[in-house]
């Protein structure tokens, strides 16, 4: 079996269809499923079970024989949450647990971290082990992956193998259930499909004009094919960024959006929200030799093949994958 938790999510629903593409049976959906919002993400996926996220550890005795490799993609992601204690409770306390039961059982695990413990980026985008105490996150979603990074470094008992990904500005379809956190692609699709327009934040400091922001945007199908291969090659054990490499603009991606709708571009600029604005990451680019290192030669589809490939293929018929 292979166990995949946050199954019904985003980028979890995608890794289940690609491990099923490569003839894997025996996948175990590990989520929430009282939340029906993301019921479409699953349909007509064969699977071997469907746990509750509340009774996989109950589940987890009676099989953990059975059980080849845990994909942990579960986790609260809302980045304009700032109720600590949420993320303590499903980013910490239930990490820990899956962490302590794949140690116990010496089950392979890869787990999800976020490019959000980079905080402001002081410190580069470098998955060194040594920066990591260092990190200064922007929001509690960042600061509860890092917390998680830090304590999985100072374990002994640890899984036979294992790799924390740092997942970097990840879109792609089966993100309709995400509501404000969905890419700024799906919501630019939906903004030029009602007005005609994409709005994007205004930026607020000096050294970057409006729509200049800069993130590392990497395509969902790329993102499962290297959790595949970490599960298949088990490289060294330890924390692994998840991007491209390369840092594209909002104005990229927006130009983008409307050439995968044979339109011209109609940007316009706001402020953005108080309440994230001094949260706020204005360039993030992945250092990937690690994960070049580690034998992983897969080349990353670019911004405009993966938006056109979403646009096209998945939000255009609101489709899933």
């Known amino acids: 079996m292979i166990v995949v938790t946050g199954a019904a999510g985003f980028i979890g629903s995608c890794l289940i269809s690609k491990l099923l593409e490569s003839g894997h049976k025996e996948i175990v959906a590990v989520d929430d499923f009282s939340k029906s919002g993301k019921a479409g993400n ?8 469907r746990v509750s996220r509340n009774e996989f550890f109950d589940w987890l005795p009676l099989h953990e024989k059975e059980i080849r490799f845990v994909f942990h993609i579960g986790a609260r992601t809302d980045t304009t949450e700032f109720n600590m204690q949420v993320f303590e409770e499903l980013n910490l306390g239930y990490s820990k647990k899956v962490w302590e039961a794949c140690s116990g059982y010496q089950i392979p695990l890869v787990y999800a971290s976020s490019a959000a413990t980079y905080g402001s980026g002081e410190y580069g985008y470098d998955d060194r082990h040594d920066i990591v105490d260092r990190l200064r996150p922007l929001n509690p979603y960042g600061i509860s992956k890092n917390e998680f990074d830090k304590w999985a470094l100072m374990q002994t008992a640890t899984p036979p193998f294992w790799a924390g990904m740092k997942f970097f500005n990840v879109y792609g379809p089966n993100e309709y259930h995400k509501g404000r956190m969905a ?11 009602q007005t005609g327009k994409v709005r994007l934040f205004r930026s607020h400091r000096p050294d970057f004009g409006d729509g200049g922001q ?17 599960m298949n090659k088990r490289p060294q054990s330890g924390l692994y960024n998840l991007g491209t490499g390369k840092a594209r603009t909002f104005s990229d991606l927006a130009k983008a959006t409307f050439s995968a709708l044979n339109l011209e571009p109609d940007i316009e600029f706001i402020d953005t929200p108080a309440d994230i604005r001094d949260k706020y990451q204005y360039f993030t680019e992945a250092e990937m030799n690690k994960l070049r290192s580690a034998g992983y030669t897969g080349v990353f589809t670019s911004l405009e093949d993966g938006i056109s490939d979403y646009v096209r293929n998945y939000l255009a018929n609101n489709s899933y994958r």
Do not use: T
């Open 183 to 193: 890419s700024v692609i799906f919501h630019s699709f939906n903004q030029i499909r």
């Open 214 to 230: 800069l993130r590392d945007f990497i395509y969902v199908k790329d993102v499962v094919a290297v959790l595949e291969f970490m």
């Open 42 to 49: 699953l349909n007509g996926k064969p699977l071997a079970a």
